[in-house]
């Protein structure tokens, strides 16, 4: 027993010191582009919520270093005066860096507010439309990824 003492002792003070020499920030500075608008450059914030593809999820500061591939859907930006503001993304990446530098950078992203919702559905209904017409197996999977953007940009707009 004394020896797994020792060992969790161990591990716990290496922890606290790799804790430490990551350089975790009480902040959180944001970056967050797409092809069409810079949204954030290096600005502080309180929260972002991301949709990936492993699931959404919140980054405060002190997130754990992260890599991931956005999904279609909605990011949410808490700012540092308790608002908050809602982006389309259609999809991209974010990391999350070790001094709590955030970036998300989006093939395409537009301010929720701005989107129309019967310009969506006539997307959604155009992309239902190729998918059933889709002929091969590529034409078939650009025609899905097609109708899944619409999906969520139909949703994201009500």
């Known amino acids: 027993m004394p020896l797994l003492l020792r060992g969790a002792r161990m591990l716990a003070t290496r922890g606290a010191r790799l804790m430490q020499s990551r350089g975790y920030a009480d902040e959180m500075k944001l970056t967050f582009a797409a ?3 810079v949204f954030y450059d290096d ?3 309180r929260q972002i919520d991301v949709p990936t593809f492993s699931g959404h999820f919140g980054i405060l500061p002190k997130h754990v270093p992260t890599l991931a591939v956005l999904q279609p859907g909605v990011v949410q ?4 005066d308790g608002s908050s503001k809602k982006f389309f993304v259609s999809s991209g990446t974010v990391t999350v860096n070790n001094d709590s530098s955030v970036q998300v950078l989006a093939e395409e992203a537009h301010p929720v507010e701005s989107l129309d919702i019967s310009a969506a559905r006539e997307v959604l209904q155009t992309s239902q439309q190729e998918l059933s017409s889709a002929q091969g197996d590529v034409a078939k999977a650009e025609a899905a990824i097609a109708v899944e953007v619409s999906e969520a940009l139909v949703k994201a707009a009500q």
Do not use: H
Not at 77 to 80: F, G, L, S
């Open 35 to 37: 092809a069409n608008q």
């Open 77 to 80: 930006v808490y700012e540092k």
């Open 43 to 45: 600005l502080e914030v």
